[in-house]
């Protein structure tokens, strides 16, 4: 059984989820909490992190040309 402090607190008496809930499966499944990712261990719904720091401006990938096709004789 997992302790339920983990994900309750009481905030001006009212509970407060510590936890992210699952949009899929409803309140009553939590999201697991990894390093990069928050998943669910019901039906697989998966969130993943951001890299980088909060409020940092994320670096745009530019996208190669794709090569132009040649015919080989």
């Given at each position: 059984m997992t302790d339920a402090s983990k994900y309750y607190k009481i905030d001006?008496?009212?509970?407060?989820r510590?936890?992210?809930v699952c949009p899929?499966?409803?309140?009553s499944y939590f999201l697991a909490d990894h390093?990069?990712?928050s998943?669910?261990?019901n039906c697989g719904y998966t969130v993943f992190k951001r890299k980088g720091k909060k409020g940092a401006a994320t670096v745009a990938r530019s996208r190669r040309t794709p090569r132009k096709r040649t015919k080989s004789t």
């Open positions: 001006d008496g009212k509970l407060v510590t936890h992210r899929k499966c409803g309140p390093y990069d990712r998943s669910c261990g």
